[in-house]
């Protein structure tokens, strides 16, 4: 893939005659208006993305892009970088926390190594790795423009794959010791916002390593983006170059996946603060793509709130979760599942003697 590749992708309209059939659909049935909140209108949306009245969700996909980060050379995080391989290897077999929570729940899982900093790829693991884990980027830009592409490219794939094979929606994960670090100073830099504002203890750190943590991104952020540090980015050719400097491999795969979702009009379920960061790039490379996305919660990260309502996208769950590996977004799926119950198979108004609720507003 190519630069003008990418920038030349275009994205169709969500069809919102369907949308608005799916609202018909919910009001029509025995319950409140709205009686299921952001549920109803989650439904609504993968109708849309899918183009019917009554979507398909019965086979779903969880991908995890799994990633090294240079910066973790900066004493960023609690643990070593060693931790990435060993919980990817967990992955390959289903026994890392996502795995053991889904086991008996029907969810396919695509572990991807696209930059597992080790010589090898872990049994279990897709193998497409770009590099072995990113440069530093305190130092020198995280990527070339090159590696970065290969990695989008790698997202795309994953989910043109799924469509062959019949999902009808993708949660997203990773998996990257040192990835809170790289997905604040993305986020900052593509807001042109204070990165003090949303730099947190990501996997666990003390104060002295917060402060360092803090200092390590604006060091990053005065190399990269220079008089640049209060401006948004607003191109797609900044949003490219801000991503290969300041990114992650599995950021920019994650991008991927949310560029793939809107072309193969895939539902793609936002995680944590990570994913998120990925969907919003998605979003400044490929203008369109939030459309087909959707939030899960709020992450414990600061950061992820904010990013979501630059989407204008609403999560359902609140519950401070901070774990990672795509298990925010899984959680969201069998709370689909159960909506979808009922807006398949509830009781409409006219099969009853109970008068239907009028709506009155949006």
Same mark, same amino acid.
């Given at each position: ?13 969500? /069809?919102?005659? &369907? ?10 049935? &025995?319950? +409140? ?22 979507? /398909? ?5 969880? @991908?995890?892009?799994?990633? /090294? ?9 609690? !643990? ?19 795995? *053991?929570? !889904?086991?008996?729940?029907?969810? =396919?899982?695509? +572990? ?6 080790? %010589? ?5 693991? @897709? ?16 990527? !070339? ?5 290969? %990695?989008?490219? *790698? ?24 990835? !809170? ?7 900052? %830099?593509?807001?042109?916002? =204070? ?11 003390? /104060? ?6 803090? #200092? ?5 952020? #005065? $190399? ?32 991927? *996946? ?9 539902? *793609? ?16 490379? &490929? +203008? ?17 709130? $904010? ?9 359902? @769950? ?31 108004? #006219?099969?009853?003697? @109970? ?8």
């Amino acid at each position: 893939m190519t630069k003008e590749d990418l920038f030349s992708i275009k994205t169709e309209k969500c /069809d919102e005659a &369907v949308e608005q059939s799916a609202k018909g659909k919910w009001d029509a049935l &025995v319950k +409140p208006i709205d009686g299921l909140g952001i549920l109803e209108d989650m439904i609504c949306r993968i109708a849309s993305i899918q183009g019917r009245l009554c979507p /398909d969700i019965s086979r779903k996909a969880l @991908i995890i892009m799994c990633a /090294d980060n240079g910066v973790v050379e900066e004493g960023v995080t609690q !643990t070593g970088q060693s931790v990435t391989y060993d919980v990817s290897r967990l992955m390959g077999v289903r026994k890392s926390s996502v795995g *053991v929570m !889904t086991e008996n729940y029907p969810l =396919d899982i695509f +572990p991807y190594d696209v930059g597992i900093n080790s %010589a090898d790829t872990p049994e279990g693991l @897709i193998d497409r790795k770009v590099r072995r884990g990113t440069a530093n980027l305190r130092k020198e830009p995280a990527m !070339t423009e090159e590696e970065c592409l290969a %990695a989008i490219r *790698v997202g795309i794939t994953a989910v043109q794959n799924c469509r062959n094979r019949g999902y009808g929606i993708i949660a997203t994960g990773e998996m990257g010791i040192g990835n !809170t670090t790289t997905s604040t100073a993305l986020l900052s %830099a593509l807001l042109g916002e =204070d990165s003090d504002r949303f730099t947190g203890r990501g996997s666990g750190l003390t /104060d002295d390593g917060l402060e360092r943590k803090k #200092q390590v991104i604006r060091e990053a952020l #005065q $190399l990269h983006r220079s008089k640049k540090t209060a401006e948004p980015v607003t191109s797609k050719e900044e949003a490219l170059q801000v991503l290969r400097c300041l990114g992650g491999l599995d950021i920019a795969a994650l991008a991927g *996946v949310f560029i793939g979702g809107a072309l193969c009009r895939i539902p *793609v379920l936002i995680d944590g603060l990570i994913s998120a960061v990925s969907a919003y790039t998605a979003e400044l490379l &490929v +203008p369109g793509c939030r459309d087909f996305m959707i939030a899960s919660h709020t992450g414990k990260e600061r950061g992820t709130e $904010l990013i979501l309502g630059k989407l204008s996208l609403c999560p359902a @769950i609140s519950a401070d979760l901070a774990l990672g590996e795509g298990t925010g977004a899984v959680l969201l799926l069998p709370m689909l599942d159960m909506a979808m119950s009922l807006y398949q198979n509830g009781v409409p108004f #006219q099969d009853t003697s @109970i008068g239907q609720y009028e709506r009155f507003g949006k």
